[in-house]
């Protein structure tokens, strides 16, 4: 049985060897790391808490040791439950994300550089790796200006969005008190129409008047004849004449 032991041990020693040189880290030590870091900064949270509580910009009335320990009572429940489900993630990524799979080959690994890359080689990779890393922040940076510069249009929008209505309602009411003086000036229009067709008929009339106008100058004429002639006794005829044109 002690033998048996010793070979699952040392078989588990050597898996746990290949694990580690395959990931850089043991597969508990990065688990073991994650379950700190998510407690540590659970703690934080709830310190900062305290703080801005006691001492923030508007701090809490009351018993200082009551908040304390009321923020305590929450720390510890919220650590208990971040506890019980690190616990969860550990069994699951040690048994679905960080295992090896039966039969892999693991020929080149070691514990320094490794067979199969160079210290140059690892080297440029990590160049490549802080290249992509500066890339990633400068995104970051553009994308959270990018997303300022819209907040700040959004608000010079529905800052306008009063004075577009205010102007919207001016213009329909332009329009609707525009349409009377549209009205009256297709009228104008139509009467100015009417006095130039009125014109035209006068100028037409006036250019006939001077053919009537030499004729009754001509009668006139006839007629200061025969009068002259009656007065001087030409003879009963043309009286009779100029009584008839009379």
Same mark, same amino acid.
């Given at each position: 049985?002690?033998?048996?032991?010793?070979? =699952?041990? &040392?078989?588990?020693? /050597?898996? #746990? +060897?290949? *694990?580690?040189?395959?990931?850089?880290?043991?597969? $508990?030590?990065?688990?073991?790391?994650?379950?700190?870091?998510?407690?540590?900064?659970?703690?934080?949270?709830?310190?900062?808490?305290?703080?801005?509580?006691?001492?923030?910009?508007?701090?809490?009335?009351?018993?200082?040791?009551?908040?304390?320990?009321?923020?305590?009572?929450?720390?510890?429940?919220?650590?208990?439950?971040?506890?019980?489900?690190?616990?969860?993630?550990?069994?699951?990524?040690?048994?679905?994300?960080?295992?090896?799979?039966?039969?892999?080959?693991?020929?080149?690994?070691?514990?320094?550089?490794?067979?199969? =890359?160079? &210290?140059?080689?690892? /080297?440029? #990779? +990590?160049? *490549?790796?802080?290249?992509?890393?500066?890339?990633? $922040?400068?995104?970051?940076?553009?994308?959270?200006?990018?997303?300022?510069?819209?907040?700040?249009?959004?608000?010079?929008?529905?800052?306008?969005?009063?004075?577009?209505?205010?102007?919207?309602?001016?213009?329909?009411?332009?329009?609707?008190?525009?349409?009377?003086?549209?009205?009256?000036?297709?009228?104008?229009?139509?009467?100015?129409?009417?006095?130039?067709?009125?014109?035209?008929?006068?100028?037409?009339?006036?250019?006939?008047?001077?053919?009537?106008?030499?004729?009754?100058?001509?009668?006139?004429?006839?007629?200061?004849? =025969?009068?002259?002639?009656?007065?001087?006794?030409?003879?009963?005829?043309?009286?009779?004449?100029?009584?008839?044109? $009379?």
């Amino acid at each position: 049985m002690a033998h048996k032991d010793g070979a =699952a041990a &040392a078989a588990a020693d /050597a898996l #746990l +060897d290949v *694990e580690t040189r395959f990931f850089g880290e043991s597969p $508990l030590d990065m688990l073991d790391g994650l379950a700190r870091a998510m407690h540590e900064s659970a703690c934080n949270a709830f310190d900062s808490m305290e703080r801005d509580m006691l001492t923030g910009h508007a701090p809490l009335a009351g018993d200082a040791d009551a908040v304390r320990a009321a923020i305590d009572q929450a720390t510890e429940r919220c650590l208990a439950g971040l506890t019980k489900n690190v616990d969860k993630l550990e069994l699951y990524a040690l048994r679905n994300v960080l295992l090896l799979p039966p039969g892999l080959d693991t020929t080149g690994l070691s514990t320094g550089h490794g067979e199969g =890359a160079t &210290a140059d080689q690892e /080297a440029e #990779l +990590d160049a *490549e790796l802080a290249t992509l890393r500066r890339r990633l $922040l400068a995104g970051r940076y553009v994308h959270a200006a990018m997303r300022a510069e819209l907040e700040r249009i959004q608000s010079d929008l529905a800052a306008f969005e009063p004075h577009q209505r205010a102007l919207d309602a001016f213009v329909a009411a332009s329009k609707a008190a525009a349409q009377p003086l549209t009205h009256n000036v297709r009228q104008a229009q139509q009467q100015a129409e009417q006095l130039r067709e009125l014109a035209e008929k006068a100028h037409a009339l006036w250019q006939r008047l001077p053919s009537a106008n030499a004729g009754a100058e001509g009668a006139t004429e006839n007629a200061q004849a =025969a009068l002259v002639a009656a007065k001087s006794g030409i003879g009963t005829r043309n009286l009779t004449a100029l009584r008839q044109l $009379l």
